[in-house]
Structure formats: structure tokens, C-alpha cells
């Protein structure tokens, strides 16, 4: 069974820093692109880092270039997020997902979360003073 277990979600000051780390069982993440993708209390789920299954990929959303960074450890078969500097509007629950890698593929997938079948449950980040 295929299944994605976040953590590392908490409360944090703004300028702070968090790592998200996404677990994979049942099945190889090398071979998948995976995305972190947040859903804010009230509002739509967005993509914010994809990387594709080779790692020569990645998409970041505008507003967190150059703050977040997406990568993998293929040995642990985990799933990064590395966030610093959070703002408030950061606070969301961040979700990684995966999707079996495209050999052919010249992109990444991030438009939205129908580009991800599988998911993981879930973890609450919170940025406040």
C-alpha cells in the first residue's frame, strides 16, 4: 500500500524556519515527482514546490523563491521542504504528493493538485508572533 507521512509542521516566529520531512512506503519515491503543495483555513490548496522524479526540475510558487527549497534523500526515501524566513502568510497545512515520474518529460508538474494522485495526511504550520 502506497502511503505519504508528513512532519515537522509547528508554530513558528516569523523569520523562523522549519523542514518538512514526506516519508514514502510501498513503493520507490526516486521514480516519482513529488510536490508540496499548502491549503490555507478558507482557501484553495496551491502547488508551492514540485521537483521531478530525476531532481533536474523544480518549480517554485512567486512568493516563496529563494526562501523554501524541495529535495529528496532517495537513500531514506524522504521528501523535503526546507522553509525559512516565514511570514505569516506561510500558515497553512502543508501536504506532499506524489505522482509516477514521466520518462519523457521535459517539466515538472505543478499546476494544481489533480496533477498528484497520491497524498499524504497532512501537517499544520503556523507562523505568529
Known amino acids: 500500500q502506497l502511503q505519504l507521512v508528513e512532519s515537522g509542521g509547528g508554530l513558528v516566529q516569523p523569520g523562523g524556519s522549519l523542514r518538512l520531512s514526506c516519508v514514502g512506503s510501498g513503493f520507490t519515491l526516486h521514480y516519482y515527482d513529488i510536490g508540496w503543495f499548502r491549503q490555507a483555513l478558507g482557501k484553495e490548496r496551491e502547488a508551492v514546490a514540485c521537483v521531478s522524479h530525476r531532481d533536474d526540475i523544480t518549480y517554485y510558487k512567486d512568493s516563496v523563491k529563494g526562501r523554501f527549497t524541495i529535495s529528496r534523500d532517495n537513500a531514506k526515501n524522504t521528501a523535503y521542504l526546507q522553509m525559512n524566513n516565514l511570514k505569516p502568510e506561510d500558515t497553512a497545512v502543508y501536504y506532499c504528493?506524489?505522482?509516477?515520474?514521466?520518462?519523457?518529460?521535459?517539466?515538472?508538474?505543478?499546476?494544481?493538485?489533480?496533477?498528484?494522485?497520491?497524498w499524504g495526511q497532512g501537517t499544520q504550520v503556523a507562523v505568529s508572533s
Open positions: 504528493a506524489a505522482e509516477l515520474g514521466d520518462l519523457y518529460s521535459t517539466s515538472v508538474r505543478c499546476s494544481g493538485p489533480s496533477d498528484y494522485e497520491y
